[in-house]
């Protein structure tokens, strides 16, 4: 009787309890400092890039807009610290051909903006074709610097950065603000996923560098 009663009893007690820490939470390796500050800075980045452009947009659409210049400066700047971003771990060259390419993607984005103003659809088709091809230049960049980065990925992240700041641009065009910040917010939530796509590849590549 009295064995019946102890079994009944071990019964009521989680298996988990029995067996101990959870292998899989004693072996999960904690975040370091140093990897939260890279992770959060190239998010902070990014997301600059996808706020920036819509400013663009917003100065190169509207009528008598005076900061058009100074905004394109800003932005142009984004694209400079985000090469400078990845420069300690693949050189001042590396940085510099990151840059060149994000600013190439700048101004083909602003070329679009100037056509799609005018309604020159052909000249928007003719360098929309050029965008994809410079986003598939970023994508085999990233992709030939690091293994932990699929070039096939990292093209469907930047396409659909492509086609949320192209949904950005024809709301604004035909002034209809309620899908305009739609597009702004969903904007801002993929950069975040591609930000966080590409830092933590980094991370992986690196470990020795965020180790504290």
């Known amino acids: 009787m009295k064995r019946i009663v102890l079994l009944g009893l071990l019964l009521l ?14 072996e999960k390796p904690c975040i370091t400092q140093s990897e939260v500050k890279f992770e959060n800075e190239f998010r902070r980045l990014w997301i600059d890039h996808v706020l ?29 610290d985000t090469g400078n971003a990845v420069k300690p771990y693949y050189g ?9 390419l994000l600013k190439e993607h700048i101004v083909i984005a ?13 000249k928007v088709n003719q360098l929309d074709k050029e ?7 970023i994508a085999a960049f990233l992709s030939s610097a690091n293994p932990y980065l699929k070039n096939e990925d990292v093209k469907k992240l930047l396409y659909m950065h492509l086609e949320l700041v192209t949904n950005d641009l024809s709301a604004s065009l ?18 975040i996923i591609m930000a966080d ?10 470990p020795d560098r965020f180790n504290s």
């Open 52 to 80: 920036w452009t819509s400013n663009y947009i917003t100065s190169a659409t509207t009528a008598g807009a005076e900061d058009q210049k100074q905004v394109l400066a800003r932005l142009l700047k984004n694209q400079e």
């Open 13 to 26: 007690f989680p298996l988990n309890m029995l067996a101990g820490p959870s292998s899989t939470a004693a």
């Open 92 to 100: 001042e060259a590396a940085g510099n051909k990151l840059t060149e």
């Open 174 to 191: 035909v002034k209809d603000w309620e899908a305009r910040i739609v597009s702004i917010d969903e904007g801002i939530t993929h950069i």
């Open 197 to 206: 796509a590409i830092s933590g590849a980094v991370v992986k590549q690196f």
């Open 110 to 122: 602003g070329n679009i903006v100037d056509a799609a103003k005018s309604g020159n659809g052909n």
């Open 131 to 137: 965008w994809h091809r410079n986003a598939d230049d």
